[in-house]
């Protein structure tokens, strides 16, 4: 009898959390033990994850809370109207497999983690509205689907070319209207002081992520690349002063580590730009196995990091309507999402990668699903040709099986990295 | 030498062109005063009607050297308008369109106008891009009625008032002069009825002047007949805005800060020589750059000035956690 009652059945949220926690917990425990002592300052990070993902530690419990699917919603404005933005691309596989209940078994893993997760309900930080720019087709799908799970999902509209005049002015009134809406939702005025202000901050913090990103171009790389998977992965939830803080205190001690010659990778280890399907936290499958083949990444092109913070905003006069419409531009002539028509100014910026990093190759990973990665690819594999870099194409998924096929493929192109860098020395 | 590169890199475009504009200001409206004479070959609208001017627009001595008979013009005896052109030509060489952006009398004007507008908190209006394409061929036709119609009268073809038919239209004819305190050119022409028509034409770009680039940035410049007369040449010139369209990532900030919403600045990445006909070299794009190296303004394929993302950051104000950009 007394046993019977000390045994307590777990829900299916209670099951679900225990398995993110210990997805979660592998691969913070990889990054913090598996390679060669990790920057001090990361230690916040690794914490912030584990608070977050086995904890289950809500950070902005008084905070509206406003969730994204995509990067093109301007959080800018969502600061600015006191709002927090949650990004809700998702990387765990318990929520991919809930997913796949909604959703084709093609579909992309990570449209069906995010679907996965929130349809399970349980959220550390529930999102207290949904914003859904409609990018590809299965995000775009996604937000209907989500909306009917009981979400306030809003559609906002985003063209699929980015050369025309009219992409331009249809992003920019897209755009207007979604701070409008946020406005109403939030029962704010967008004040021209504080959109100015958290354009700034957000223009800080991106500036340290290129600071840290500067570091990298050195031949002694500071800092791995996961880590840095990590920190900007950080960014799609955390409370931005904190983050921001810790990344200062990152670039402190990233600049000591140049100093001293400190050397996250090996004597050899080949030089990599990483790009492709977006790796969130804990889906670091293919960037830890990079690592792992004793290779390092040196930049990525990817939506969870660099395209996250490489453009800027810059206004002329500040007055609301400048900032959204600089704004928009930046959310959509600048993004090298592979769902426009022309694909040019990604594999320009992947050149530009391999050349300002030094690197010694390219690793394109794509998911299986990820269906607009994927007829990319081979326009991207040709110019590389062309350019004569080298370049290894992958698809993987967010199943813990098939490391070994994935690893075998790694480590071939690395080896054959450094035969290349020998041969020319 | 790298401190010096750093502190002109991360200046601060925006005071360091305002001064220099009034700079000009006052050498050309006032320049009069003090004996400062610069010629009469200027590549700016530094109007002559202004008796204290320091340096006189090439366009009034240009249109009255052409208005002679075509076998006189093409003769020896046009010597003169050949020497005025070379000189008009050596001035422009060295700076291109930063005439325009740094020196022009009459763009000052405007940019005062917009410090005004945007001190009352209105925000600037802008043209769509067909009007803007269609709008931006005004000012061959302004550069044409420079040259011909002068041309006409010295062929017999029209009045003698149509020598310089674009100074009577011209507003920098009215609104130059009123700095040194003459009204005298605020008038209507009854004289002949040409005269009239000009003069009237006259008044209603005056007034079209000052509240179109009240409203919109640089509004006259757009249809300005220097700048058409400058692009012809701007492929000589030895100042030149260059882009690395490879390190270009069409973020549209030096877009949005273009008075003259040039979209190529943003979009052309093959390009290297990124000067358009409307451009006035202010600079403003190469200062919103937020890239290393992209845009850049070469004196002799040396880098003058330059994008960097230091610059970028202190001028937007993005350096620390609490800043904030200065207006």
């Given at each position: 009898m007394n046993s019977l009652q000390s045994h307590a059945i777990e829900t299916p949220n209670e099951k679900q959390n225990r398995h993110k926690a210990m997805e979660a917990i592998k691969v913070l425990n990889t990054l913090k033990e598996g390679f060669k002592a990790p920057p001090k300052a990361m230690d916040y990070f690794y914490n912030l994850f584990e608070d977050v993902y086995?904890?289950?530690?809500?950070?902005?419990?008084?905070k509206v809370k406003v969730g994204t699917m995509c990067i093109q919603i301007p959080s800018e404005i969502i600061y600015a109207l006191d709002g927090v933005p949650i990004r809700l691309c998702n990387g765990f596989y318990t929520d991919d497999e809930i997913g796949s209940e909604f959703l084709p078994q093609k579909a992309c893993p990570l449209v069906k983690a995010s679907v996965g997760h929130l349809a399970s309900k349980n959220l550390i930080d529930k999102p207290d509205m949904i914003y859904s720019p409609t990018t590809c087709d299965q995000k775009t799908k996604a937000g209907t689907l989500i909306k009917s799970f009981g979400y306030d999902v809003v559609d906002v509209d985003f063209p699929r070319t980015k050369e025309s005049e009219i992409s331009r002015e249809f992003f920019r009134r897209s755009i207007r209207e979604f701070s409008a809406d946020l406005s109403l939702k939030m029962g704010k005025k967008l004040s021209r002081k504080k959109l100015k202000a958290s354009i700034s901050k957000i223009g800080y913090a991106q500036s340290l992520y290129h600071r840290l990103s500067d570091f990298r171009k050195n031949r002694a790389v500071p800092i791995l690349g996961n880590d840095m998977f990590l920190v900007t992965n950080a960014?799609?939830?955390?409370?931005i002063d904190n983050w921001i803080d810790a990344c200062e205190k990152l670039v402190d001690e990233l600049e000591q580590r140049v100093k001293d010659d400190i050397h996250a990778g090996g004597k050899i280890s080949p030089r990599i730009v990483y790009t492709g399907s977006p790796p969130i936290f804990p889906n670091y499958k293919i960037p830890i196995i990079i690592e792992d083949s004793d290779a390092i990444i040196v930049a990525d092109e990817t939506c969870s990091s660099n395209r996250m913070f490489n453009d800027r905003v810059a206004v002329d006069e500040w007055f609301v309507n400048d900032m959204i419409d600089s704004l928009a531009d930046k959310y959509l002539k600048a993004c090298t999402c592979?769902?426009?028509?022309?694909n040019d100014d990604r594999i320009r910026r992947i050149i530009e990668l391999v050349r300002s990093f030094n690197a010694d190759g390219v690793i394109y990973q794509a998911f299986a699903g990820c269906t607009v990665y994927e007829l990319e690819q081979r326009s991207v594999l040709e110019a590389m040709e062309r350019e004569g870099i080298s370049i290894l194409y992958i698809e993987s998924d967010y199943s813990p099986s098939q490391q070994g096929q994935l690893s075998t493929r790694v480590e071939a192109f690395v080896e054959s990295l450094k035969i290349k860098n020998r041969n020319k020395t | 030498m790298k401190r010096i590169r750093d502190f002109i890199h991360k200046a601060d475009m925006k005071r360091f062109r305002f001064w220099l504009q009034i700079f000009f200001f006052v050498i050309f409206i006032y320049g009069g005063y003090f004996a400062i004479n610069l010629g009469?070959?200027?590549?700016?609208?530094?109007?002559?009607?202004?008796?204290?001017?320091?340096g006189m627009c090439y366009f009034l001595p240009l249109q009255h050297q052409l208005a002679r008979p075509l076998d006189v013009l093409f003769s020896v005896a046009s010597i003169s308008v050949l020497i005025g052109f070379v000189t008009f030509l050596l001035w422009f060489i060295v700076f291109n369109k930063a005439w325009c952006g740094y020196a022009c009398p009459l763009g000052t004007m405007q940019d005062w106008l917009t410090g005004l507008r945007k001190r009352l908190g209105i925000r600037y209006s802008t043209y769509t891009q067909p009007q803007f394409n269609k709008l931006k061929k005004i000012k061959y036709i302004m550069l044409a009625l420079v040259i011909l119609s002068p041309m006409a009268v010295g062929m017999g073809l029209?009045?003698?008032?149509?020598?310089t038919a674009f100074c009577s239209i011209c507003p920098g004819r009215m609104v130059t002069p009123l700095f040194v305190g003459d009204t005298s050119q605020w008038s209507l022409d009854f004289s002949s009825k040409s005269a009239m028509i000009l003069t009237a034409l006259g008044l209603v770009f005056t007034g079209l002047f000052v509240v179109g680039s009240f409203v919109k940035k640089r509004f006259f410049c757009f249809f300005c007949p220097m700048s058409a007369m400058h692009y012809i040449f701007s492929d000589a010139a030895l100042l030149k805005l260059k882009k690395d369209g490879d390190k270009c990532t069409k973020c549209g900030d030096c877009y949005a800060v273009c008075d003259m919403q040039i979209k190529d600045i943003a979009d052309d990445v093959t390009s290297t020589n990124i000067l358009r006909d409307d451009c006035i070299l202010c600079l403003k794009c190469v200062a919103a750059c937020?890239?290393?190296?992209a845009l850049h303004v070469d004196i002799l394929n040396m880098k003058l000035f330059t994008s960097t993302k230091g610059g970028f950051e202190k001028r937007m104000g993005m350096q620390t956690y609490k800043g904030a950009a200065d207006e």
């Open positions: 086995c904890k289950q530690k809500p950070l902005h419990k008084d960014f799609f939830f955390d409370k592979p769902i426009f028509s022309k | 009469t070959s200027i590549p700016v609208f530094s109007c002559g009607f202004d008796q204290e001017v320091g029209l009045e003698r008032e149509w020598v937020p890239e290393d190296d």
